[in-house]
C-alpha cells in the first residue's frame, strides 16, 4: 500500500522560483496515495499557474479567501477540515514571519491560523542572506516553538547565482519527510546503532573477497529507526546506497574496520541491531602489491585469519544495548538461527533465507527469540523495517528504554 494511502494533504505555495519544484512533489505525493488539494498566494502565481496545478491535481486550486465556490465562502475553515496535514512549500521569508506572528491576510495564511490541530509543515526557500538574518532565524524557532515542522532548507545553488543556505530541498527529499512524519514515533528519545552492507577483506591493492550483500535491509531499518524517532548511527560496509535522512552514517570497509567503528559507540546505545553481513575470515598478510598470473604457476596461497565477532563483543560489554542478530541462512533456517541467537548471548535474532531476498527488493523475515518464533510476510524491505521496529519498540527492555536526557 502507497505510503500516504487515504492522506489528504493541504499543499501551499508560497512566492518564489522554488514552486516549479511544487509540481513535482505534487505528483510525487499523488503517487503515494494521497489525495492533494492546492492553495496559492497571490506571489506563488506570479512563478507558477493555477491551471498548471488543477491540471496536475485534478481538483480545483484555491487562490481566494472569498471565493465562491464555497457556499458558505469560508475557505480558509472548509479547506482544512478533514485535511491531514498542511504542506507549505515553497515558504517564503515573508510567509514564515506571518505564519511566527499569526497574520491572516489571504487565505493560505489565514487557513494555516484557523487550521485547528491539523499538522502544519514547511519547506523553506529563499536566497541564503534572507535565511540567515536574523529575523527569519527568530521566525524559523517560533515556529517550531509553536509545533510547526521545518523541512530543511538545503544548501546549494541558488536561483540568484548565489551558493548558501536557504535553497528548498528537493521534492523526494520533502515527501521523505512528509511520510516519515505520519510514521508513529515508537522510538522517540532512542539512541539506535546499526551495521548495514558487506565487508570488503583485502587481498591486494586491486583485489577484494566480499559478498552479494546490498545494504538493502540495514538502511530500511536505518530508516525505519529514524522515521520512529530515534537518534540513528548506522556503520556501513561498501555500498553505493544513499545514507537515509536524519541517519548519522559511519563508513566501514573491512571487518575490523566496522568492529573498530562499532565498539566505541556501543555503550551509548540504546539498541544494537547488528544487519551487516560481516567477513568471518580476513587475509593475515595482504600483498603490497598487486598479485600477476604467472604461466605456469601456482594459485597464490591465502593466509587466513578469523576476524572478530562485532556482535558477540557488544553482546558482552558491561552496560551492553539490548541487541538484534540477523542471520541470513540458506537451509535449516530454525535450528540455525537459534543456535547463534544461542552462541551470541542475544535475546533477538532475525533471520531469512539468502537466496530468497540477497538480491531482492522484497523480503521475508522471521523473528526468534527465547518464546520462539515470530514470522512476517513477504513484503518490500522498508515495509518489513517498519515493521520488525515497531515489534523492537514493543519488546524493548524497560532497562534499555531510557529516552535520551
Known amino acids: 500500500m502507497p505510503d500516504l494511502h487515504g492522506k489528504r494533504i493541504i499543499l501551499g505555495l508560497t512566492g518564489g522560483i522554488a514552486c516549479y519544484k511544487s509540481a ?19 506571489a506563488a502565481t506570479g512563478f507558477i499557474t493555477a491551471a498548471t496545478l488543477q491540471a496536475l491535481s485534478g481538483r480545483p486550486v484555491w487562490e481566494d479567501a472569498w471565493d ?45 491560523v484557523a487550521r485547528g490541530a491539523v499538522p502544519l509543515l514547511a519547506a523553506p526557500a529563499m536566497n541564503h542572506e534572507m535565511w540567515i538574518h536574523p529575523a527569519t532565524q527568530r521566525n524559523a524557532a517560533q515556529l517550531r516553538a509553536d509545533g510547526v515542522t521545518l523541512i ?58 566480499t559478498n552479494r550483500s546490498s545494504g538493502r535491509m540495514g538502511y530500511a531499518l536505518a ?25 548519522t552514517r559511519i563508513d566501514a570497509r573491512s571487518a575490523r574496520d566496522m ?45 587466513f585469519v578469523q576476524n ?26 530454525h535450528a540455525h538461527a537459534q543456535a547463534k541467537r544461542q552462541r551470541k548471548g542475544i535475546p533477538v535474532i532475525v533471520g531469512n533465507l539468502a537466496q530468497h531476498s540477497m538480491d531482492a527488493t522484497d523480503t521475508e523475515l522471521i523473528i526468534f527469540d527465547a518464546r520462539g518464533t515470530h514470522p512476517l510476510p513477504r513484503q518490500g524491505k522498508l515495509q518489513a523495517a517498519r515493521q520488525l521496529i515497531g515489534w523492537i519498540a514493543g519488546h524493548l527492555p524497560e532497562t534499555h528504554a531510557a529516552p535520551i536526557g
Open 259 to 303: 568492529h573498530a567503528a562499532v565498539l566505541p559507540l556501543a555503550a551509548q546505545a540504546d539498541i544494537f541491531i547488528a544487519v551487516a553481513a560481516v567477513a568471518d575470515w580476513g587475509i593475515r598478510n595482504p600483498s603490497a602489491r598487486k598479485l600477476k598470473k604467472q604461466p605456469g604457476a601456482q594459485p597464490p596461497q591465502l593466509d
Open 308 to 333: 572478530p565477532d562485532i556482535l558477540a563483543e557488544v553482546a558482552a560489554l558491561p552496560q551492553a544495548p539490548w541487541c538484534v542478530g540477523f542471520a541470513a541462512e540458506t537451509e535449516d533456517l
Open 68 to 112: 465562491s465556490r464555497m457556499d458558505n465562502r469560508m475557505a480558509h475553515i472548509n479547506l482544512s477540515r478533514g485535511a491531514d496535514a498542511i504542506l507549505i512549500a515553497p515558504a517564503s521569508t515573508d510567509f514564515m514571519a506571518k505564519l511566527a506572528h499569526g497574520l491572516a491576510d489571504d487565505l493560505l495564511a489565514t487557513l494555516c
Open 152 to 209: 530543511g532548507p538545503a544548501e546549494g545553488q541558488q536561483a540568484c547565482g548565489e551558493t548558501g543556505s536557504g535553497r528548498m530541498m528537493e521534492p523526494d527529499q520533502i515527501l521523505r519527510a512528509l511520510i516519515a512524519f505520519f510514521q508513529p514515533k515508537v522510538l522517540a528519545g532512542r539512541r539506535v546503532l546499526l551495521t548495514a552492507g558487506p565487508t570488503s577483506e583485502t587481498i591486494d591493492p586491486v583485489r577484494v573477497l
Open 223 to 247: 530508516r525505519a529507526a529514524a522515521e520512529a524517532g530515534a537518534q540513528v548511527t548506522l556503520v556501513s560496509g561498501p555500498t553505493a546506497l544513499d545514507c537515509p535522512d536524519q541517519v
Open 24 to 42: 513535482e512533489l505534487l505528483r510525487r505525493m499523488q503517487d503515494e496515495g494521497a489525495t492533494v488539494d492546492v492553495v496559492m498566494t497571490a
